[in-house]
């Protein structure tokens, strides 16, 4: 059996191979998610067990009789996490099934394990599993639940300063306001912003903060991030993949490391684990091409984005601005688009999927 250590490990390992190894496909992404996720189940299932009678829970009638979706992984390693104390009910940021436990609040389980559990929520919070807060905001203390998310699409040619990002960046430095397309990723990550959100939590707060972590971004988060295939949102969100951003200076950086978490499964890697997965970023002086890149883009502010396993380059791919802080588009904008509406690379709808808060 795998610890949350190693399946977030694979799952962002994953990530990395399919979007930038054409062998590595994003259905061999999932299909490694889905079997480490199988078999952290069981071992939650198994750790649970015996904790959980103390609180009145039957695990496996629950989980065989109730889940068997990949997201049902995931709860029951936390689930079984929270049971046995190795997580504090405060890491359980919104809960994905209420056969297991409320977020932020007390479950109520039916007689029948055929019903379905209620949750009763505790004050200023809301949710069908009480799994955040009854205001998602910027400067909200917890996370928004997962349940106030709308998965939405957009024309990829349409897209503006106007929207469907966030354009509340004006405190970032130049080289990271305005939209970024992550280059050649297929149909995984499309166009990202730095700009404030709704997401709370200390996600995406539209300022840089000094610190051993400045910023952190919740990838499946609200109007932040994008995908150009919807199906390639289920690996981020599963898991509730967010990236911790370490950068050399916060208010000029040119350089530093992204360390990947995981709200549903408790743990972030760090400075600790760099030997085993690295993500890191690096400024490319304006004007100037790596040569690494499938295109130069001399026009855009241009971040070099390099993985690492075990010391050793895994994939590549720029960071490239598409519109600036001013909300001009720049010429890298029509390649992204053009790579939009390609079949062989994208679905070639020309939509890309993102998250937003209703």
Known sequence: TRSPFVMLSLAVTALAFSSTHKEFTMDDALKQAQDQLAELKQEALAKAESAAVSKGINVEDYAEAELGSVAAGVVAGVAAGVAAGRFSDSTVTYARDCFFMCGYGEIEFPSNIFDS????????????????????????????????????SFRCEDVSIEGPFSNEWSNFPKTLQGIFWLTNQGRSSALLSFGASRDGGGLSTGTMVDGEVNYEIRVTGDRVWSFMARTHMLLPSTIDLVYKFRLDNAT?????????????????????????????VELVPFGECTGRGAECYPDSVTWARDSFVFGNSVGYYELVQVIDGEGNKLPAFQAFVDYCNDAEQTDGDGMIWYNEIV
């Not at 000029?252 to 890191?280: C, K, M, Q, V």
């Open 117 to 152: 559990s209620t949750c009763k929520c505790d004050v200023g919070f809301s949710g069908p599993c009480c799994d955040g807060p009854e205001v998602c905001s910027q400067d909200a203390a917890v996370m928004c639940g997962g349940s106030r998310y709308e998965t939405k």
């Open 252 to 280: 000029n950086p040119t350089r530093g490391t992204i360390d990947p978490s995981s709200a549903a499964l408790g743990i972030s890697l760090g400075p600790s684990t760099e030997a085993i997965l690295r993500f890191d």
